[in-house]
């Protein structure tokens, strides 16, 4: 009987409800498994693992995108590696200031393959979340190409890593996907809970670059009766003050929903999605929408224009 192939995956677990990292390496996991691959699952958070297959590993935690390793995360991530016999790695980017730029070599080391998924967002318009993700990428380029395979989202995304010295042969683009079963159009009563005729929406991580501010400020400017409201689902440094500043009776702040059952129902309700960003990856929480039935709209940053063109509406910001 043959073995089942046996993977080390080092993704996210943890973080802010609406992070597309979270959803990425929840559902790829537990698709991998389904298939009968051994996944050991490492992650950071404060909680020790839940299973003999994952791995919680202590960490800083400097904002949501940004983590630092504790100084034994690298012995404890190879004695993984070597007592669970391990054939593939898998790093879900970005993970943390030392994995990032040292497991190519710590895999090599011990003969095994390593591959990596890209997910730092982009945007390749002049300006400045350009020229953060310019510098963003420059940086990671030397240590990308060190990877046996790096799994990105978009041609576009390709050109942009071949641009700093990534080869070629080294990039495979796979672009997300949602599991068209699960979020698929049906029934909801979110929206009668919220007494609205129209909802209008946004799922996502509510922090400066996702740009809610604008959608808030935008939908308050249209003079809509008082039954189409608006609905902003996530969690994020920006909440607190858009909720004080803005919230009332039309524009909802519902904060984090863990419950993805909850979630599916919520854009479900909705009759527009609006992906505000001034810099993106390709979001899943788009892609979630679209899969529900959900009118599109979003800016055309990252991978998400390349998505959607053709099938909802694009803003050039």
């Not at 051994?38 to 693992?49: I, N, Q, R």
């Not at 590993?57 to 669970?84: A, M």
């Not at 039954?227 to 909440?239: M, P, T």
């Not at 788009?286 to 979003?298: K, N, T, Y």
């Amino acid at each position: 009987m043959t073995e089942p192939l046996r993977i080390a995956w080092l993704g996210h677990q943890s973080g802010r409800a609406g992070d597309g990292l979270l959803t990425y390496s929840r559902e790829i996991v537990a698709g991998l498994r389904a298939r009968d691959v051994k996944v050991f699952f490492v992650h950071h958070g404060a909680l020790p693992a839940l299973t003999d297959d994952s791995l919680t590993l202590r960490s800083l935690t400097g904002s949501h995108r940004y983590i630092i390793s504790s100084p034994r995360t690298k012995r404890t991530i190879t004695d993984l590696l070597r007592r669970e016999r391990v054939e593939l790695v898998h790093v879900s980017l970005s993970f943390s200031t030392l994995i990032d730029f040292g497991l190519p070599e710590l895999c090599h080391e011990l003969g095994l393959p390593v591959v990596a998924t890209f997910h730092v967002p982009y945007d390749s318009r002049f300006g400045l979340w350009q020229g953060i993700s310019t510098a963003v990428y420059r940086l990671y380029a030397q240590s990308l190409a060190s990877f046996d395979r790096v799994i990105i989202f978009s041609e576009q995304q390709k050109a942009l890593l071949e641009h700093y010295g990534v080869p070629s042969d080294n990039v495979a683009v796979i672009p997300n996907g949602v599991d068209i079963e699960k979020y698929a159009p049906g029934a909801s009563d979110f929206k009668e809970s919220l007494e609205a005729s129209a909802l209008i929406g946004y799922l996502g991580r509510v922090d400066p670059e996702k740009n809610v501010d604008i959608l808030v400020r935008a939908f308050q400017d249209v003079d809509a009766p008082d039954d189409v409201k608006l609905v902003v689902v996530g969690s994020g440094s920006e909440k607190r003050r858009l909720d004080r500043r803005y919230g009332n009776a039309r524009v909802v702040f519902t904060g984090q929903v863990m419950d993805e059952a909850k979630r599916i129902a919520m854009l479900r309700a909705m009759d527009i999605f609006v992906l505000p960003s001034m810099v993106e990856g390709l979001s899943l929480s788009l892609l979630e929408a679209m899969a529900c039935g959900v009118a599109p709209v979003a800016t055309d940053v990252g991978s998400d224009g390349e998505a959607l063109r053709g099938a909802g509406i694009v803003v050039d910001t």
